[in-house]
């Protein structure tokens, strides 16, 4: 049975402590799962920038800062989960506290910032394919980019300028928000920087949309359809990621003080914001539909981890059966020592030279 018992103040308020606390058995598995993934598919996709493009336009430079933002959530992670996994109980010291809420904050805000930004480059880009700020330059770009983050660490810093540890009976907890009332700016800060960038990328995405259905001619274009995907994938990400949490902390608002220590609301708060962690794993999606040469990069990728052949298989494969990058070195090899009749008969798979 769930009770909940009062503990003792210390530094910034007092705190709620839920014995037999469901949070400590929900929370782990989640930031694992978003560790996991979020690490190896924005690890990747920061590698596809960094190698892969070669021109980097304006839309590259946000999502690479989109990219970097969801990487920063992973420096947090570990030290978040051994908070979790130890039933709550922050044993690093109130430094370690503050720049961990600090960095998750961080990444929930510059997340956010920086899926804005990617749909409202694309609205300008379909809907007002002229306007002058389709014609800025990649410094420029680069610039708004630094700017966007200042205003980013300006509006969660003050998370590092007081404690954010609770005593408790079995030890500290940490904290951002005191389940027991209000938290001022934070709220405030929590609630701004989700609805602002809703209204932002639900008009960009219904424009978008519009738009694209007025030119029912181009409605099969391949270009069409892949702006349409690319923008409700935005949209989607974001509904998903941060509308629970947000949600969730209106309830309480709405219904405090009855709310105050509740377990179910405790529980509810906790797991709707590991949705917001989730969204260093959704939004590699964001990059795969961004452009066609980031889903190749994808493609390749998935070509280059092929296995090996199962047991069994006979040692000579059928052109078919090979994989992409061994039929394209045979098609160059055999095709410089064939005659002219060879040639002929291999030109269709010689193609895939030019694609790799």
């Known amino acids: 049975m769930i009770r909940v018992r009062s503990p003792t103040a210390m530094d910034n308020g007092s705190c709620c402590l839920i014995e037999g606390d469901p949070i400590s058995q929900v929370m782990p598995p989640l930031l694992i799962l978003a560790f996991v993934l979020g690490a190896l598919g924005n690890g990747i996709a920061l590698c596809g920038f960094c190698i892969h493009v070669k ?29 979790y996994l130890r039933h709550r109980h922050w044993i690093f010291g109130d430094i370690p506290c503050r720049l961990v809420l600090f960095m998750l904050a961080m990444n929930r805000a510059g997340s956010i910032v920086f899926l804005t930004v990617v749909a409202a480059d694309r609205y300008f880009k379909v809907v007002h394919p002229h306007h002058t700020m389709n014609a800025i330059s990649s410094r420029t770009a680069a610039a708004a980019a630094c700017v966007l983050w200042t205003l980013v660490i300006l509006g969660t810093v003050y998370l590092l300028m007081e404690s954010h540890l609770c005593a408790q009976e079995t030890g500290p907890s940490c904290e951002s928000f005191i389940m027991e009332s209000a938290n001022g700016w934070h709220d405030i800060m929590f609630q701004l920087e989700f609805f602002l960038p809703l209204a932002i990328i639900l008009f960009c995405s219904f424009q978008v949309v519009w738009s694209l259905r007025q030119r029912q001619q181009l409605a099969g274009q391949a270009r069409i359809k892949r702006a349409t995907r690319f923008i409700m994938v935005v949209a989607a990400v974001f509904i998903t990621c941060y509308l629970p949490s947000v949600l969730a902390r209106l309830y309480f608002l709405w219904t405090v003080p009855s709310s ?28 795969y539909f961004s452009s066609p040469s980031y889903s190749k990069f994808y493609t390749k990728l998935t070509i ?40 002929r008969q291999t030109v269709g798979i010689s193609k895939c030279v030019q694609w790799h």
Not at 58 to 81: E, G, H
Not at 260 to 287: I, K, Q
């Open 260 to 287: 105050a220590c509740d377990p179910s609301v405790h529980t509810a708060l906790h797991v709707t914001l590991s949705f917001t962690y989730l969204n260093s794993m959704l939004d590699p999606l964001v990059y």
């Open 304 to 343: 280059c981890g092929l296995g090996p052949k199962r047991p069994g298989h006979s040692k000579t494969q059928r052109p078919e059966e090979m994989p992409v990058s061994t039929l394209c070195r045979k098609c160059s090899i055999d095709g410089a020592n064939s005659s002219p009749k060879a040639i």
């Open 55 to 83: 021109a980097w336009k304006p839309s590259t430079i946000y999502l690479f800062n989109l990219a970097v933002a969801d990487f920063l959530l992973m420096i947090s992670l570990p030290l978040r989960t051994d908070y």
